[in-house]
């Protein structure tokens, strides 16, 4: 009777096992061993888990990024490996964005709770505009935090300030952005998921052109809010 190990384990059972096993884990068990590494590449482990993580986090980069591999039957495990890759990067900038903006936005509310609480009467027209160009600033950074995450959402070059009747659109990622991310037969995984980490790299940090659209943009929308923030609390008003 012939003895069969783990290394003899059919295709299909060694999936069932990878599926309760940490994506590192998996990492290693494949480098552990030249067959292990060949028997896991014939399974669908590295998909399911790139759809797995998907469900959770459900980025719109990831999301056309697993059609266009269904769409042109690609099921080479290197190119889900890319995928997870992509969206750890993604998940670690957006959730960086997604702090600084809610900062930003508590920065502001606590300008208000303090202009609230001070005498009206005392106060000066410089202390005034002082007061409201924190506010502004404290406004644009919150909105441009919240178009970085949208454009590094939407694998975009270009940051889009979306006006106040447009916020729930949701821009296309265009079909050869997608596309490049698949033109080599035999990619390399490492070498592909470093080329998406420097380009969110590059894009993550608003430049003063970004600064300046933001404000030309969103200034009416701003001061208006600003505007009934004051009628509000009954504040006054130059």
């Not at 059609?67 to 890319?82: A, F, S």
């Not at 701003?222 to 504040?235: G, S």
């Amino acid at each position: 009777m012939d003895k069969k190990g783990f290394l003899d384990v059919p295709c299909e059972i060694l999936e069932h096992i990878c599926s309760y096993m940490a994506l590192f884990d998996i990492a290693r068990l494949e480098q552990s061993n030249k067959k292990l590494r060949a028997t896991i590449q014939e399974t669908r482990v590295w998909r399911k888990e790139a759809e797995r993580l998907h469900i959770k986090f459900n980025y719109q980069l990831i999301g056309d990024m697993l059609t266009y591999m269904k769409d042109n039957n690609i099921g080479e495990g290197k190119y889900y490996k890319i995928t997870i890759g992509i969206m750890a990067h993604t998940k670690k900038i957006v959730g960086d964005l997604e702090r600084a903006a809610k900062q930003y936005k508590t920065d502001g509310e606590l300008e208000m709770e303090k202009y609230q609480n001070q005498d009206p009467p005392n106060q000066t027209g410089r202390q005034f505009n002082l007061w409201l160009r924190r506010m502004v600033k404290l406004f644009i950074q919150e909105e441009l935090m919240r178009a970085k995450m949208h454009q590094i959402l939407g694998y975009n070059e270009n940051l889009v300030i979306k006006k106040e009747d447009d916020l729930e659109s949701v821009t296309k990622i265009a079909d050869a952005r997608i596309s490049e991310l698949f033109k080599e037969e035999d990619p390399d995984v490492m070498e592909n998921i470093r080329k998406y980490e420097d380009w969110i790299r590059t894009v993550y940090k608003p430049t003063d052109e970004e600064v300046m659209y933001c404000a030309q943009t969103k200034s009416h929308h701003f001061l208006d809010t600003i505007r009934h923030i004051l009628i509000e609390y009954q504040l006054p008003q130059d």
